[in-house]
């Protein structure tokens, strides 16, 4: 989708969601984002995203629509990161799938767990250079929230399992979004899984995308669905707007790590 384009379908959802401007344009200007050159790789490459998730990420109620494939926050993060490459005249090209589904939970031995549907195993198939892991939501069901010991060993063993990848990848926790309506008890449900990701990341020295507190703030309502939980379309391009802005201000990371991972792997040696 062409920068001009994408901007004049998602005008309306930034405006909607109180967003002056794609964040990762304003927050990163083009001379500070890096290219593949300064990264001592003189041949364009395209790095690849895939976003890990539940309903959330799946976008199931746009799914249903179908509009899942224009506002879902990684259709729309798609979006912003050509509109980046367009405007900044990168030879960094991005291509980002959506490898959520809905009713999942990261535990597991689980019914519906994450670790054992079809979408977790076309994301390890598609070793991506960034892995982006929204999961925990569906832990927090009162089917499964006395088996919540089970949260913190099974998304380290996550984490590790998607570092194990042949692509040696990036791998970025988020923070699941709060439950702004009653009961409080499920808000403070979501605090309790976000602790323990918290915890885990700080041990596996990963960053954090903290859709928490994005999102924690009563005024921020009308980013939500009904339900309280499931971002809508203008909620979902506050997503999105959020993982740009920290794509582009860590793409040097992501960068080196890739081309250093792969050269080790065909024995070549570019600094």
């Not at 990684?74 to 050509?82: E, R, S």
């Amino acid at each position: 989708m062409k920068r001009r384009e994408f901007l004049e379908l998602n005008s309306a959802a930034i405006a909607a969601a109180g967003l002056s401007s794609i964040g990762m344009q304003t927050a990163v200007t083009a001379d500070e984002a890096p290219t593949l050159a300064e990264a001592g790789k003189p041949a364009p490459r395209t790095l690849k995203i895939a976003c890990l998730g539940d309903s959330i990420t799946e976008a199931s109620s746009l799914k249903q629509r179908g509009l899942d494939k224009t506002w879902s926050y990684p259709a729309q993060l798609q979006g912003m990161l050509d509109a980046f490459v367009e405007n900044k005249g990168s030879r960094v090209r991005f291509e980002v799938r959506n490898f959520g589904v809905g009713s999942h939970t990261l535990m597991k031995g689980t019914t519906r767990s994450y670790w054992n549907s079809g979408q977790f195993r076309a994301a390890i198939a598609y070793e991506a250079d960034l892995y982006i892991v929204m999961l925990g939501t569906n832990d927090t069901g009162k089917q499964w929230w006395g088996r919540r010991d089970r949260i913190e060993p099974d998304y380290e063993a996550l984490i590790g399992t998607l570092r194990e990848i042949k692509s040696k990848p990036v791998v970025w926790p988020c923070l699941i979004s709060p439950c702004l309506l009653p009961p409080a008890q499920d808000d403070l449900k979501v605090q309790t899984v976000n602790t323990v990701i918290q915890r885990v990341a700080k041990r596996q020295n990963a960053r954090i995308i903290d859709f928490y507190s994005v999102f924690h703030d009563e005024s921020k309502l009308h980013l939500f669905r009904r339900d309280g939980f499931h971002p809508n379309r203008y909620g979902h391009t506050v997503m999105a707007d959020t993982v740009a802005t920290k794509v582009v201000k860590h793409l040097d990371e992501i960068i080196n790590r890739s081309i250093r991972d792969k050269n080790q792997r065909t024995g070549t040696d570019n600094p």
